[in-house]
């Protein structure tokens, strides 16, 4: 029996999710937490297999997805994480790539690409749903670091300097050598021209 622990924000979904889940005779959904902070003394409570997480949860908190991956990684027995997007933009699946933290899906997902997914992270299999494969091979072609990649989004959407070094919990000497970086990479005038050109080769 798979032991899975519903985290997202919204009642709707994590009522949706679990009574789909709660159809399948080889998963049990052992409990659901709306808060990031709340997962890992969900997790220490309930003893899940699994943690089918909003990514939205993650980000909102501005937890590092790899970190709370490791942290459930060493529970005892080891805790698997399933992260669930509405977006398959670059920025959001680079973290999770990078951190090696686990699965991801997107939330529109049809329910048995979901299901599938959920068993196949129980048994320790790393799933991307096939729009996600399809950004991590643009993903894995691009020039950019991760911090250059996030810099870069922020700025050439309107972010200033001192914004998006706060988002990233840099200091702005550090969020500019990171531009300044991309830049270099990419080509462009600025953080706009780069940015434009970084999406059209899905980098960003």
């Known amino acids: 029996m798979i032991r899975v622990l519903v985290a997202d924000e919204s009642s709707l979904v994590r009522?949706?999710?679990?009574?789909?889940l709660d159809t399948e005779d080889d998963i049990d959904t052992v409990g659901e937490v709306d808060t990031c902070a709340g997962v890992v003394d969900a997790a220490a409570a309930w003893r899940p297999?699994?943690?089918v997480l909003d990514l939205d949860l993650v980000d909102s908190t501005r937890t590092d997805a790899g970190s709370l991956a490791a942290t459930l990684h060493r529970q005892d027995p080891p805790v698997r994480l399933l992260l669930l997007t509405t977006l398959g933009r670059p920025t959001s699946v680079l973290p999770v790539l990078s951190a090696k933290a686990g699965s991801m899906m997107l939330k529109n997902s049809p329910p048995r690409q979901m299901i599938d997914a959920i068993r196949r992270t129980a048994a320790g299999e790393r799933v991307l749903c096939a729009e996600l494969e399809t950004t991590a091979?643009?993903?894995r072609n691009?020039?950019?670091n991760e911090l250059e990649t996030a810099v870069l989004d922020r700025m050439a959407c309107g972010c200033?300097?001192?914004?998006?070094?706060a988002q990233l919990a840099l200091s702005e000497s550090e969020a500019q050598r990171h531009l300044l970086a991309a830049?270099?990479?990419?080509?462009g005038r600025d953080a706009v021209e780069a940015g434009?050109?970084?999406?059209?080769?899905?980098?960003v």
């Open 15 to 20: 009522k949706t999710l679990t009574a789909l």
């Open 49 to 51: 297999h699994l943690v």
């Open 137 to 139: 091979d643009r993903l």
């Open 142 to 144: 691009s020039p950019l």
């Open 160 to 165: 200033g300097l001192a914004d998006a070094a």
């Open 183 to 187: 830049l270099r990479k990419v080509g």
């Open 196 to 203: 434009r050109m970084a999406r059209a080769n899905g980098w």
